[in-house]
């Protein structure tokens, strides 16, 4: 079982940038399954990206090319860098570690 703690969200302008962290703790984190996935008000939580124990990495197709998933194994922390940001991606963001979800991080994109 791991701790998970997010950070990072904030208020940005259409087109513009922010990264996401996700710091885990409790268990050995290079052999975590670790994922990202976001909630809209009024609307379900839905799958962003996640990487596979192997090291592949996989998006949803409304960010393919616009973000970016990475680790620091050292660190027990992965991140989500988001770029062209649109309106359409405010949401509360969670991570997911083996199972493990963190708090959230608002992330609010105004025109």
């Known amino acids: 079982q791991a701790q998970v703690v997010e950070s990072g969200g904030g208020l940005v302008q259409v087109g513009g940038s922010l990264r996401l962290s996700c710091a885990a703790s409790?268990?050995?984190?290079?052999?975590?399954?670790m994922g990202w996935f976001r909630q809209a008000p009024g609307k379900e939580r839905e799958f962003v990206a996640h990487i596979t124990w192997s090291g592949a990495i996989n998006y949803a197709d409304s960010v393919k090319g616009r973000f970016t998933l990475s680790t620091d194994n050292a660190k027990n922390t992965v991140y989500l860098q988001m770029n062209s940001l649109k309106p359409e991606d405010t949401a509360v963001y969670y991570c997911n570690v083996d199972g493990q979800w963190g708090q959230g991080t608002q992330v609010t994109v105004s025109s």
């Open positions: 409790g268990r050995a984190f290079s052999n975590s399954l």
